[in-house]
């Protein structure tokens, strides 16, 4: 399978406890997103990468909120110091880049804070 | 800013009935405009998209869509529906240099035989 893999497919914790989730982008991609999606709603957009660096960051990506992409290649999003409203779907999409190309979503990581 | 407003949160039709989910965007250069879909436990997959050109576009499963920039919508089709078409469909407009997307609410789309 040489689709967008995201890990893990469901993650529950404590309000309060830090949780890091993992992306596999598709392997030629050099452009990564992280969105989120909360019950109702449609994806909303986080961050993303160009190669290694971000580029750009949402104001919903609050300081307990950090992703990276060490080599340009997978990415990790941490969320420390959880809190109920954290409680979401968070996908990550790949592209090759290019103008109006179309975004490659994985599954997504299921978080539920208690 | 922009922004897509799909006005149906849920629609219900008949197996083989034609479908039309509506959908408006706010940008303020020639917009990128796509479709997806999303099953339960599934990503997001891509229907189709309006880039330039033809401004009717065809998609994958049988789904077609219309870009009218005078009333800047983009309404995806079909003409005759399937059970397994039941699914989420979100509406979504490609905004500024990194190509990311911005997402409508979503219709759910409920078939009955």
């Known amino acids: 399978d040489t689709g967008v893999s995201q890990d893990p497919r469901h993650k529950i914790t404590k309000r309060g406890q830090n949780v890091t989730f993992r992306c596999d982008p598709i392997s030629e991609h050099n452009r990564l997103y992280w969105y989120r999606q909360t019950l109702g709603q449609g994806p909303e957009f986080l961050t993303y990468f160009q190669n290694e660096a971000q580029l750009e960051k949402s104001r919903l990506l609050s300081d307990r909120f950090s992703a990276e992409r060490p080599k340009g290649s997978f990415s990790t999003l941490e969320i420390q110091r959880t809190e109920q409203g954290d409680s979401a779907m968070y996908l990550c999409?790949?592209?090759?880049?290019?103008?109006?190309?179309?975004?490659?979503f994985g599954s997504g990581t299921q978080l539920s804070v208690l | 800013a922009q922004s897509v407003t799909q006005p149906d949160i849920h629609i219900t039709v008949s197996e083989g009935a034609s479908l039309e989910l509506r959908c408006n965007y706010s940008?303020?250069?020639?917009?990128?405009l796509f479709w997806y879909v999303q099953s339960p436990g599934q990503g997001l997959q891509l229907l189709l998209k309006y880039f330039s050109g033809d401004t009717l576009v065809q998609g994958i499963k049988g789904f077609e869509a219309e870009f009218k920039r005078s009333q800047s919508s983009f309404n995806l089709r079909k003409p005759s529906v399937h059970w397994s078409d039941a699914a989420e469909y979100f509406c979504?407009?490609?905004?500024?240099?990194?190509?990311?997307?911005?997402f409508g609410a979503g219709t759910i789309l409920r078939v009955k035989s």
């Open positions: 999409a790949s592209s090759l880049g290019r103008v109006g190309e179309k975004l490659f």
């Open positions: 979504a407009v490609g905004a500024g240099y990194g190509n990311k997307l911005v």
């Open positions: 940008y303020g250069a020639t917009p990128y």
